[in-house]
């Protein structure tokens, strides 16, 4: 890979081509806009209060800087920006060529692209035909009832299985849990529930409350299932418990899956991982007898036991498998502390989005604006202005991690094979999804009362009249779903910064509104697009805030802390990865 200084010539020499390769146009503007914006200063803009509370910075971030990545980051030129496709690599080219503009240096051995290793699967959609017998026979169709995807890299893609109902699918002993209670689920299809079991009045602090723990992570139950011998698993889909609509799901599964190469060290992995319909789930138990209203409120209480539903499901499709190979793009300033600059804060954006898929009113190029075009484009303003500062006592990482929408591939690869040792990392600030919509009163902090870093948050942006805002939807599981938790998974305290709700300048209530809009009509859709009348004002001033924390952090004598009980505050001491 090489760095490319102009990308006004290469989206010019290269716009022709991908016109003609989607029946989709490039956007008139997003070759001029190309070049970014690198002026320090906004002609009629005036610097934050957040810009002028950072005393270590000379520079500040700009609107019209990041009004030009979002433009080109989110423009059709790139195809939705996907690992190891030409848009993916179109955007890592991009970020590499403006941060060796900005000046900050190579952060992997004289270059700024970490080699991630992916593993690309396509099922064949075609011929995903699930069927049922037994004690039920039902047609399951993909993707209304059922979406189903492989479980590893392999050619080929089968389940025969019983259909056995393992509750949440949880095996905690810190909170005395065992979904199992000791069945052996070796070659069975597991059908679980989303999210956490319950807290009841008697425990209200059971699975941390009414926020979601790792336990109910969809992640957390595939990997149990693989530990436990199972064929496959299916999950019981609710837009209230999942926290995103059926159709995110759809999208997400009705493409090619990437995935890290599988370590040969693991248990064997699922013949096929899926999701079900609430709906479908009801209708396919019932047949063979089962409400499955009364088995989600016996899954609730510790008493439950596994239930063998006597229903077969069987499936099996060929899969098309490419080994292929993206990029974390990573750059570096200095620290000046000849005793402290070994150490590092790491500051997270995930550059790539969905690519191309499944077309939602006539457009299948899922451009990823706000999520994540907004937060590379506030990361890559964030480098520009920490090279033309003082350097601080500890180094700045600035790392734009790929493969984010894959799940976490790119930050995971980077915690397991760090350009630094993971022991000196002493934070890692993230930014998934800018604010692009006015300057703010609060902020969304996830991990906030995970480890110290919430609390001195809190206190950075007090003088700015700024606070902290509880999260919204605490049973969605936010804090497991970007990239910062792949460092929090290494024993590093990590956080993901965001904007709030309380807009200035709107009424109240509309900041709540905005951001059910989006969820429910652009999130993981085409509709995610930039947009000329965003306010940008609010992105300066989120940028100014993580930078300014961030630097605040790498000249401070002592380093972050876990709280006490948080869950990987015991894997900092171990290095371990469970849950």
């Not at 974390?328 to 954006?349: E, K, M």
Request: hydrophobic share 40%.
């Amino acid at each position: 890979m090489t760095t490319i200084r102009n990308l006004g010539t290469l989206a010019a020499s290269t716009c022709a081509l991908l016109a003609t390769a989607h029946p989709r146009a490039l956007p008139a503007q997003s070759a001029q806009a190309a070049p970014a914006a690198r002026a320090t200063s906004s002609a009629g803009a005036t610097p934050s209060s957040a810009a002028r509370a950072t005393a270590s910075t000379t520079a500040h971030t700009t609107t019209s800087e990041i009004d030009a990545h979002i433009r080109f980051l989110s423009s059709d030129l790139l195809e939705g920006r996907a690992p190891a496709t030409r848009g993916g690599q179109l955007a890592m080219d991009y970020i590499a060529g403006e941060l060796e503009t900005a000046g900050v240096k190579p952060g992997v051995n004289g270059s700024y692209f970490q080699p991630v290793p992916i593993d690309v699967v396509a099922a064949d959609q075609a011929h995903i035909r699930p069927t049922t017998s037994g004690k039920a026979t039902m047609a399951l169709r993909d993707p209304e009832d059922v979406v189903l995807a492989p479980g590893s890299a392999t050619d080929n893609s089968a389940v025969h299985a019983e259909i056995v109902f393992v509750g949440y699918g949880v095996s905690a002993p810190e909170y005395r849990w065992d979904d199992f209670k000791g069945l052996d689920v070796k070659g069975k299809m597991l059908l679980v529930l989303v999210n956490d079991p319950p807290a009841t009045p008697a425990e209200p602090a059971l699975f941390d409350g009414n926020a979601m723990t790792y336990y109910g992570r969809w992640t957390y139950k595939y990997e149990e299932a693989e530990r436990r011998g199972a064929a496959g698993m299916l999950i019981i889909h609710t837009t209230e418990r999942a926290g995103y609509p059926w159709h995110t799901v759809v999208g997400s599964f009705a493409k090619s899956l990437r995935m890290l190469p599988r370590d040969p060290n693991l248990p064997p992995p699922l013949g096929v991982r899926g999701w079900i319909t609430d709906s479908a789930a009801t209708a396919l138990l019932a047949q063979a007898g089962l409400d499955l209203a009364k088995l989600r409120d016996q899954a609730a209480t510790r008493d439950f036991h596994p239930v063998p539903t006597g229903i077969m499901f069987d499936v099996s499709f060929a899969n098309h498998v490419e080994h292929l190979q993206s990029a974390n793009v990573i750059g570096v300033v200095a620290g000046r502390d000849p005793v402290l600059s070994h150490q590092a804060v790491v500051f997270t954006a995930h550059w790539d989005h969905l690519g191309i898929g499944p077309p939602v009113n006539g457009d299948s190029i899922y451009n990823g604006a706000v999520d994540n075009g907004s937060g590379v484009a506030d990361v890559l303003a964030m480098a520009r202005v920490a090279a033309a500062s003082p350097h601080p006592r500890r180094t700045l990482l600035f790392v734009f991690v790929t493969a984010e929408e894959s799940g976490l591939l790119g930050s995971e690869y980077f915690a397991e094979h760090p350009t630094v040792p993971i022991t000196d990392i002493v934070a890692n600030l993230n930014i998934d999804g800018g604010n692009v919509l006015g300057r703010v009163r609060d902020l969304n902090v996830l991990g906030e009362h995970k480890s110290s870093l919430g609390p001195s948050l809190a206190r950075y942006v007090a003088p700015m009249e700024l606070r902290l805002s509880p999260d919204a939807h605490p049973e969605q599981g936010h804090f497991y779903r970007s990239d910062h938790f792949s460092f929090a998974k290494a024993g590093v305290p990590s956080v993901s910064i965001g904007a709030g709700i309380d807009f200035a300048g709107r009424p109240e209530g509309w900041g709540k509104e905005q951001d059910e809009d989006y969820t429910a009509h652009r999130y993981h859709q085409p509709s995610d697009e930039y947009r000329p009348d965003w306010d940008l004002s609010g992105a300066t001033q989120l940028a100014d805030i993580v930078l300014g924390f961030g630097t605040s952090l790498a000249n401070a004598s002592a380093q972050p802390t876990w709280s006490a009980g948080a869950e990987f505050h015991r894997q900092a001491a171990n290095g371990a990865a469970q849950p």
